[in-house]
């Protein structure tokens, strides 16, 4: 039996490391590994889009240039909600 790997995670799932091989990226650019144990892959974090810092400058111009909420959110790759929400705030914002 091979050693524990000390470079590779965990597995989430079936919490073994040994059968733990890299597995390219996310879309986030984020390493994504695969667990040969039981077939499935993860990532050891997760990073949404729409927590970016320039997430809300982007929206708020996108906006003034007449763009729908769910048009943003296809084009920067966030939720429509998300862009809901921003809005709703740039919007409370702008009136204080």
Known sequence: MRS???FNP???YCRKNDRVTKHGKGSSGLP???CKACRRS???QYYYRGNRPETNEQIRQLIEQGWAPEKIG???KISANT???RLSLYKQNKGH
């Open 4 to 6: 524990p790997n000390l």
């Open 10 to 12: 965990l597995c989430p």
């Open 32 to 34: 994504r590994y695969h």
């Open 42 to 44: 993860f990532q050891t």
């Open 74 to 76: 296809a084009y920067l």
């Open 83 to 85: 862009v809901n929400r």
